[in-house]
């Protein structure tokens, strides 16, 4: 029962990660490139501030 949770969340991420390329292609892909520009520490700071994000959002919907 709770594997299910976990494949419908990972199914959940990956459509909501497959809006930007399907839709905007050409500017997702220039964004992949700025992005590709950051130093390690200004990628870590996006990855922590995303992960900070997700884990609020699930304690405020629990």
Do not use: C, H
């Not at 839709?23 to 700071?45: C, H, N, Y």
């Not at 922590?48 to 699930?58: A, C, E, P, Y």
């Amino acid at each position: 029962m709770m594997n299910d949770y976990w494949f419908i969340a990972l199914g959940l991420m990956l459509v909501l990660e497959g809006i930007m390329p399907f839709i905007f292609p050409r500017e997702w892909r220039e964004t992949l490139r700025k992005v590709a520009e950051f130093q390690d520490g200004q990628v870590r700071f996006i990855g922590l501030t995303l992960m900070l994000s997700g884990l609020l959002l699930i304690y405020w919907i629990k």
